[in-house]
DNA sequence: CGATATAAGACTAAAAATATCTTATATATC
DNA sequence: GATATATAAGATATTTTTAGTCTTATATCG
Protein backbone atom coordinates (compact mmCIF):
# COMPACT_ATOMS: atom_id res chain seq x y z
CA UNK A 1 0.00 0.00 0.00
CA UNK A 2 2.86 2.29 -1.00
CA UNK A 3 4.54 3.99 -3.57
CA UNK A 4 7.62 2.19 -4.57
CA UNK A 5 11.31 3.91 -4.66
CA UNK A 6 11.34 3.65 -8.57
CA UNK A 7 8.08 5.94 -8.72
CA UNK A 8 9.10 8.32 -6.02
CA UNK A 9 12.26 8.50 -8.15
CA UNK A 10 10.54 9.31 -11.25
CA UNK A 11 8.61 11.82 -9.85
CA UNK A 12 11.66 13.62 -8.72
CA UNK A 13 13.34 13.45 -12.13
CA UNK A 14 10.35 14.69 -13.66
CA UNK A 15 9.60 17.59 -11.24
CA UNK A 16 13.17 18.35 -11.62
CA UNK A 17 12.64 18.87 -15.51
CA UNK A 18 9.65 20.56 -14.65
CA UNK A 19 11.73 23.56 -13.09
CA UNK A 20 13.76 23.66 -16.01
CA UNK A 21 10.86 24.28 -18.52
CA UNK A 22 9.87 22.42 -21.53
CA UNK A 23 12.38 20.94 -23.98
CA UNK A 24 15.54 21.62 -22.06
CA UNK A 25 17.96 19.51 -21.60
CA UNK A 26 19.65 18.40 -18.33
CA UNK A 27 21.92 15.64 -17.64
CA UNK A 28 21.05 12.43 -16.34
CA UNK A 29 24.01 13.17 -13.96
CA UNK A 30 22.63 16.29 -12.73
CA UNK A 31 19.24 15.23 -12.07
CA UNK A 32 20.75 12.14 -10.35
CA UNK A 33 22.66 14.25 -7.96
CA UNK A 34 20.04 16.82 -7.37
CA UNK A 35 17.23 14.66 -6.84
CA UNK A 36 19.21 12.21 -4.55
CA UNK A 37 18.31 9.15 -7.02
CA UNK A 38 21.67 6.25 -7.57
CA UNK A 39 22.07 7.12 -11.57
CA UNK A 40 22.31 4.13 -12.83
CA UNK A 41 18.65 3.48 -11.36
CA UNK A 42 17.94 6.92 -12.76
CA UNK A 43 19.12 5.79 -16.54
CA UNK A 44 16.25 2.55 -15.98
CA UNK A 45 13.34 4.95 -14.73
CA UNK A 46 14.04 7.38 -17.43
CA UNK A 47 13.37 4.53 -20.17
CA UNK A 48 10.01 4.20 -18.69
CA UNK A 49 9.50 7.67 -18.68
CA UNK A 50 10.53 7.63 -22.09
CA UNK A 51 8.67 4.88 -23.60
CA UNK A 52 5.69 6.64 -22.58
CA UNK A 53 6.26 9.47 -24.15
CA UNK A 54 6.69 12.26 -21.11
CA UNK A 55 10.72 12.53 -21.77
CA UNK A 56 13.19 12.10 -24.14
CA UNK A 57 16.49 10.80 -23.91
CA UNK A 58 19.01 12.58 -26.01
CA UNK A 59 22.34 10.20 -25.99
CA UNK A 60 26.04 11.12 -26.57
CA UNK A 61 28.81 13.77 -25.15
CA UNK A 62 26.05 16.39 -23.39
CA UNK A 63 23.10 14.16 -23.87
CA UNK A 64 20.99 13.81 -20.97
CA UNK A 65 16.97 13.98 -20.54
CA UNK A 66 14.17 16.76 -21.92
CA UNK A 67 10.83 17.40 -20.89
CA UNK A 68 8.46 16.41 -23.97
CA UNK A 69 5.75 18.08 -23.08
CA UNK A 70 4.75 21.50 -21.04
CA UNK A 71 4.78 20.36 -17.09
CA UNK A 72 1.24 21.69 -16.64
CA UNK A 73 0.17 18.91 -19.20
CA UNK A 74 1.63 16.02 -17.18
CA UNK A 75 -0.23 14.54 -14.43
CA UNK A 76 1.32 13.06 -11.56
CA UNK A 77 -0.49 10.06 -12.40
CA UNK A 78 1.16 9.47 -15.69
CA UNK A 79 4.48 9.77 -14.14
CA UNK A 80 3.73 7.40 -11.43
CA UNK A 81 1.75 5.23 -13.54
CA UNK A 82 4.62 4.92 -16.22
CA UNK A 83 7.40 3.99 -13.82
CA UNK A 84 5.42 1.89 -11.43
CA UNK A 85 2.37 0.35 -13.68
CA UNK A 86 -1.52 1.04 -13.32
CA UNK A 87 -1.86 1.44 -9.40
CA UNK A 88 -4.32 -0.71 -8.06
CA UNK A 89 -4.90 -1.46 -4.09
CA UNK A 90 -5.90 -4.82 -4.60
CA UNK A 91 -4.92 -7.53 -6.82
CA UNK A 92 -8.81 -8.05 -8.16
CA UNK A 93 -9.01 -4.49 -9.31
CA UNK A 94 -6.80 -4.63 -11.81
CA UNK A 95 -7.11 -8.87 -12.67
CA UNK A 96 -10.87 -9.43 -11.57
CA UNK A 97 -9.95 -12.82 -12.60
CA UNK A 98 -7.58 -12.95 -9.93
CA UNK A 99 -10.78 -13.85 -7.72
CA UNK A 100 -13.03 -16.13 -8.87
CA UNK A 101 -15.44 -14.12 -6.99
CA UNK A 102 -15.22 -10.45 -8.53
CA UNK A 103 -18.69 -9.66 -9.83
CA UNK A 104 -20.29 -10.15 -6.93
CA UNK A 105 -18.25 -8.83 -4.21
CA UNK A 106 -18.90 -6.05 -2.11
CA UNK A 107 -15.75 -5.47 -0.99
CA UNK A 108 -14.64 -5.72 -4.51
CA UNK A 109 -16.77 -2.65 -5.30
CA UNK A 110 -15.63 -0.29 -2.30
CA UNK A 111 -11.64 -1.07 -3.94
CA UNK A 112 -13.09 0.02 -7.08
CA UNK A 113 -14.17 3.06 -5.97
CA UNK A 114 -11.12 4.10 -3.37
CA UNK A 115 -8.66 2.93 -6.71
CA UNK A 116 -10.93 5.44 -8.78
CA UNK A 117 -10.86 8.73 -6.27
CA UNK A 118 -7.10 7.85 -5.74
CA UNK A 119 -6.11 7.62 -9.52
CA UNK A 120 -8.56 10.57 -9.99
CA UNK A 121 -6.90 13.09 -7.63
CA UNK A 122 -3.38 11.96 -8.98
CA UNK A 123 -4.64 12.70 -12.30
CA UNK A 124 -5.67 16.20 -11.10
CA UNK A 125 -2.61 17.00 -10.42
CA UNK A 126 0.03 18.71 -12.87
CA UNK A 127 3.77 19.88 -12.57
CA UNK A 128 2.95 22.86 -13.18
CA UNK A 129 2.10 24.18 -9.93
CA UNK A 130 4.42 22.04 -8.33
CA UNK A 131 7.24 23.15 -10.10
CA UNK A 132 6.23 26.64 -9.36
CA UNK A 133 6.71 26.53 -5.37
CA UNK A 134 9.00 28.74 -3.74
CA UNK A 135 10.19 25.89 -1.89
CA UNK A 136 9.83 22.74 -3.99
CA UNK A 137 11.46 19.89 -3.24
CA UNK A 138 14.41 19.64 -4.86
CA UNK A 139 15.85 23.06 -4.16
CA UNK A 140 16.55 20.99 -0.76
CA UNK A 141 18.84 18.47 -1.94
CA UNK A 142 22.68 19.48 -2.01
CA UNK A 143 23.96 20.77 -5.39
CA UNK A 144 27.02 18.34 -4.45
CA UNK A 145 25.54 14.92 -2.99
CA UNK A 146 28.53 14.68 -0.42
CA UNK A 147 28.10 10.63 -0.70
CA UNK A 148 27.29 11.07 -4.14
CA UNK A 149 30.22 12.64 -5.48
CA UNK A 150 31.08 10.45 -8.31
CA UNK A 151 28.38 8.86 -10.64
CA UNK A 152 30.45 8.60 -13.66
CA UNK A 153 29.69 5.68 -15.91
CA UNK A 154 33.65 6.08 -16.66
CA UNK A 155 36.99 5.11 -14.85
CA UNK A 156 39.23 7.45 -14.11
CA UNK A 157 42.75 7.42 -15.81
CA UNK B 1 0.46 0.03 -4.51
CA UNK B 2 -1.45 -2.88 -3.25
CA UNK B 3 -3.33 -4.67 -0.35
CA UNK B 4 -1.64 -7.34 1.07
CA UNK B 5 -2.65 -10.84 0.75
CA UNK B 6 -3.24 -10.79 4.78
CA UNK B 7 -4.69 -7.66 4.60
CA UNK B 8 -7.49 -8.76 2.39
CA UNK B 9 -7.43 -12.16 4.39
CA UNK B 10 -8.56 -9.90 7.10
CA UNK B 11 -11.01 -8.27 5.49
CA UNK B 12 -12.78 -11.67 4.91
CA UNK B 13 -12.17 -13.56 8.20
CA UNK B 14 -14.30 -10.47 9.36
CA UNK B 15 -16.67 -10.33 6.73
CA UNK B 16 -17.67 -14.34 7.22
CA UNK B 17 -17.92 -13.24 10.99
CA UNK B 18 -20.52 -10.17 10.10
CA UNK B 19 -22.37 -12.48 8.62
CA UNK B 20 -22.74 -14.41 11.68
CA UNK B 21 -23.23 -11.27 13.60
CA UNK B 22 -21.73 -10.00 16.19
CA UNK B 23 -20.82 -12.91 19.73
CA UNK B 24 -21.31 -15.58 17.43
CA UNK B 25 -18.44 -18.02 17.85
CA UNK B 26 -16.88 -19.58 14.44
CA UNK B 27 -14.44 -22.16 14.74
CA UNK B 28 -10.82 -21.02 12.43
CA UNK B 29 -11.88 -23.93 10.44
CA UNK B 30 -14.61 -23.16 9.41
CA UNK B 31 -13.70 -19.38 8.50
CA UNK B 32 -10.68 -20.70 6.57
CA UNK B 33 -12.25 -23.14 4.45
CA UNK B 34 -15.14 -20.74 3.57
CA UNK B 35 -12.75 -17.77 2.70
CA UNK B 36 -10.18 -19.69 1.10
CA UNK B 37 -7.79 -18.75 3.05
CA UNK B 38 -4.40 -20.85 4.75
CA UNK B 39 -5.56 -21.94 8.46
CA UNK B 40 -2.49 -20.97 9.72
CA UNK B 41 -2.45 -18.17 8.28
CA UNK B 42 -5.23 -17.27 9.50
CA UNK B 43 -4.58 -17.65 12.97
CA UNK B 44 -1.54 -15.08 12.63
CA UNK B 45 -3.78 -12.59 11.16
CA UNK B 46 -7.18 -13.28 13.75
CA UNK B 47 -4.53 -12.50 16.56
CA UNK B 48 -3.84 -9.37 15.19
CA UNK B 49 -7.29 -8.48 14.80
CA UNK B 50 -7.75 -9.94 18.41
CA UNK B 51 -5.24 -6.91 19.84
CA UNK B 52 -6.74 -4.33 17.50
CA UNK B 53 -9.99 -5.44 19.33
CA UNK B 54 -12.03 -6.56 16.60
CA UNK B 55 -12.31 -9.76 17.53
CA UNK B 56 -12.35 -12.29 20.34
CA UNK B 57 -10.24 -15.44 20.05
CA UNK B 58 -11.62 -18.79 22.56
CA UNK B 59 -8.98 -21.18 22.68
CA UNK B 60 -9.48 -24.92 23.90
CA UNK B 61 -11.93 -27.48 22.20
CA UNK B 62 -15.16 -26.08 19.95
CA UNK B 63 -13.36 -22.87 20.26
CA UNK B 64 -13.11 -20.12 17.19
CA UNK B 65 -13.71 -16.42 17.22
CA UNK B 66 -16.32 -14.10 17.68
CA UNK B 67 -16.84 -10.26 16.41
CA UNK B 68 -16.81 -7.94 19.47
CA UNK B 69 -19.10 -5.26 18.03
CA UNK B 70 -21.88 -5.07 15.70
CA UNK B 71 -20.51 -5.07 12.14
CA UNK B 72 -22.14 -1.74 11.49
CA UNK B 73 -19.17 0.06 14.20
CA UNK B 74 -16.36 -2.17 12.43
CA UNK B 75 -14.91 -0.04 9.44
CA UNK B 76 -13.05 -1.24 7.01
CA UNK B 77 -10.48 0.57 7.39
CA UNK B 78 -9.97 -0.32 11.18
CA UNK B 79 -9.43 -4.17 10.00
CA UNK B 80 -6.76 -2.92 7.66
CA UNK B 81 -4.92 -1.33 9.41
CA UNK B 82 -5.02 -4.27 12.02
CA UNK B 83 -3.41 -6.44 9.77
CA UNK B 84 -1.13 -4.18 8.33
CA UNK B 85 -0.31 -1.50 9.94
CA UNK B 86 -1.48 2.42 8.86
CA UNK B 87 -2.29 3.13 5.36
CA UNK B 88 0.70 4.99 3.63
CA UNK B 89 0.90 5.98 0.26
CA UNK B 90 4.73 7.26 0.47
CA UNK B 91 6.86 6.29 2.88
CA UNK B 92 7.13 10.57 3.81
CA UNK B 93 3.53 10.60 4.37
CA UNK B 94 3.57 8.04 7.79
CA UNK B 95 7.29 8.60 8.59
CA UNK B 96 8.18 12.74 7.33
CA UNK B 97 11.41 12.03 8.46
CA UNK B 98 12.37 9.60 5.99
CA UNK B 99 13.02 12.68 3.85
CA UNK B 100 14.64 15.84 5.31
CA UNK B 101 12.62 17.49 2.54
CA UNK B 102 9.21 16.83 3.72
CA UNK B 103 8.71 20.28 4.99
CA UNK B 104 8.86 22.29 2.35
CA UNK B 105 7.97 19.34 -0.40
CA UNK B 106 4.66 20.05 -2.87
CA UNK B 107 4.32 16.34 -3.83
CA UNK B 108 4.55 15.37 -0.12
CA UNK B 109 1.48 17.59 0.27
CA UNK B 110 -0.19 15.92 -2.37
CA UNK B 111 0.41 12.55 -0.60
CA UNK B 112 -1.23 13.62 2.28
CA UNK B 113 -4.18 14.65 0.59
CA UNK B 114 -4.69 11.47 -1.15
CA UNK B 115 -3.58 9.20 1.77
CA UNK B 116 -6.48 11.30 3.80
CA UNK B 117 -9.13 10.61 1.20
CA UNK B 118 -7.88 6.62 0.77
CA UNK B 119 -8.54 6.73 4.36
CA UNK B 120 -11.48 8.24 4.88
CA UNK B 121 -13.28 6.58 2.61
CA UNK B 122 -12.37 3.22 4.18
CA UNK B 123 -13.04 4.79 6.94
CA UNK B 124 -16.59 5.01 5.63
CA UNK B 125 -17.14 1.65 4.94
CA UNK B 126 -18.13 -0.84 7.56
CA UNK B 127 -19.21 -4.21 7.19
CA UNK B 128 -23.11 -4.56 8.04
CA UNK B 129 -23.96 -3.41 4.56
CA UNK B 130 -21.49 -5.51 3.01
CA UNK B 131 -22.91 -8.35 4.99
CA UNK B 132 -26.17 -7.95 4.43
CA UNK B 133 -25.45 -8.24 0.28
CA UNK B 134 -27.64 -10.82 -1.20
CA UNK B 135 -24.69 -12.53 -3.10
CA UNK B 136 -21.63 -11.80 -0.86
CA UNK B 137 -17.92 -12.42 -1.65
CA UNK B 138 -17.77 -15.09 0.73
CA UNK B 139 -20.80 -17.47 0.00
CA UNK B 140 -19.38 -17.88 -3.25
CA UNK B 141 -16.36 -19.73 -2.06
CA UNK B 142 -17.09 -23.60 -1.60
CA UNK B 143 -18.42 -24.80 1.20
CA UNK B 144 -15.51 -27.32 1.82
CA UNK B 145 -12.67 -26.28 -0.15
CA UNK B 146 -11.39 -28.65 -3.09
CA UNK B 147 -7.64 -28.47 -2.55
CA UNK B 148 -7.89 -27.81 0.88
CA UNK B 149 -9.63 -30.15 2.82
CA UNK B 150 -8.05 -30.74 6.03
CA UNK B 151 -6.51 -28.27 7.42
CA UNK B 152 -6.36 -29.50 10.97
CA UNK B 153 -3.11 -29.25 13.35
CA UNK B 154 -3.20 -32.52 14.32
CA UNK B 155 -2.39 -36.04 12.79
CA UNK B 156 -4.85 -38.17 12.50
CA UNK B 157 -4.41 -41.57 13.84
C1' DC C 1 -7.52 -37.67 31.49
C1' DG C 2 -7.77 -37.37 26.55
C1' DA C 3 -9.53 -35.27 22.48
C1' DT C 4 -9.84 -31.10 20.16
C1' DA C 5 -9.15 -26.37 19.64
C1' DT C 6 -6.13 -22.18 19.25
C1' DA C 7 -1.39 -19.55 20.78
C1' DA C 8 2.87 -18.16 19.77
C1' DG C 9 6.67 -17.74 17.45
C1' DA C 10 10.51 -19.96 14.79
C1' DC C 11 11.44 -21.22 10.37
C1' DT C 12 11.33 -21.55 5.20
C1' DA C 13 10.30 -20.33 0.57
C1' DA C 14 9.06 -17.26 -2.91
C1' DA C 15 8.57 -12.89 -4.79
C1' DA C 16 9.47 -8.15 -5.36
C1' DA C 17 12.20 -4.09 -4.78
C1' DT C 18 16.49 -1.93 -5.07
C1' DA C 19 20.78 -1.32 -6.79
C1' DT C 20 24.93 -2.34 -9.42
C1' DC C 21 27.77 -4.01 -13.13
C1' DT C 22 29.02 -4.85 -17.85
C1' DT C 23 29.11 -4.28 -22.62
C1' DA C 24 27.33 -1.60 -26.39
C1' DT C 25 26.07 2.52 -28.86
C1' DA C 26 25.50 7.40 -29.91
C1' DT C 27 27.29 12.20 -30.32
C1' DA C 28 30.28 16.32 -29.93
C1' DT C 29 34.61 17.97 -30.44
C1' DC C 30 39.19 18.00 -31.86
C1' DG D 1 38.46 9.65 -38.16
C1' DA D 2 39.93 9.33 -33.27
C1' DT D 3 38.80 10.21 -28.70
C1' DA D 4 36.29 11.53 -24.79
C1' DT D 5 31.89 11.63 -22.80
C1' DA D 6 27.29 10.56 -22.43
C1' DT D 7 23.32 7.25 -22.22
C1' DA D 8 21.24 2.22 -23.62
C1' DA D 9 20.18 -2.11 -22.42
C1' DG D 10 19.97 -5.87 -19.96
C1' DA D 11 22.29 -9.33 -16.81
C1' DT D 12 23.35 -9.97 -12.16
C1' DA D 13 23.39 -9.40 -7.19
C1' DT D 14 21.61 -7.90 -2.74
C1' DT D 15 18.15 -6.84 0.39
C1' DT D 16 13.60 -6.60 2.06
C1' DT D 17 8.96 -8.01 2.23
C1' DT D 18 5.45 -11.23 1.72
C1' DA D 19 3.46 -15.61 2.18
C1' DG D 20 3.16 -19.77 4.07
C1' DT D 21 4.45 -23.74 7.07
C1' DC D 22 5.94 -26.20 11.14
C1' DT D 23 6.63 -27.12 15.95
C1' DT D 24 5.78 -26.89 20.69
C1' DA D 25 2.77 -25.09 24.19
C1' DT D 26 -1.62 -24.04 26.28
C1' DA D 27 -6.60 -23.88 27.06
C1' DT D 28 -11.23 -26.01 27.33
C1' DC D 29 -14.81 -29.40 27.00
C1' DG D 30 -16.72 -33.72 28.19
S1 LIG E 1 -12.97 -11.49 -2.06
FE1 LIG E 1 -13.72 -9.59 -3.08
S2 LIG E 1 -12.23 -7.99 -2.44
FE2 LIG E 1 -11.28 -9.97 -1.98
S3 LIG E 1 -10.05 -10.45 -3.81
FE3 LIG E 1 -12.05 -11.42 -4.13
S4 LIG E 1 -13.25 -9.90 -5.27
FE4 LIG E 1 -11.50 -8.79 -4.40
S1 LIG F 1 10.72 14.35 -2.10
FE1 LIG F 1 8.72 15.02 -1.27
S2 LIG F 1 7.29 13.38 -1.89
FE2 LIG F 1 9.36 12.56 -2.17
S3 LIG F 1 9.82 11.47 -0.23
FE3 LIG F 1 10.61 13.58 0.00
S4 LIG F 1 8.91 14.71 0.97
FE4 LIG F 1 8.02 12.81 0.16
Redesign the pocket.
Known sequence: MRL???GEYGIRCVLHLARHGRGTLV???EIAARTDV????L??I??QL?RAGIIE????????YRLLADPSEISLLSVIEAVIGEISLNDCVTRPGSCHNSATCAIHRVWGKANRELRDTLRGTNFAAMAAEESCCLTSFPETGAGRRDD???ARP
Do not use: L, V, W
Not at 38 to 41: I, S, T, V, W
Not at 57 to 64: P, T, Y
Open positions: TRASRKPAHFAKAQAIMQGANGGSDE
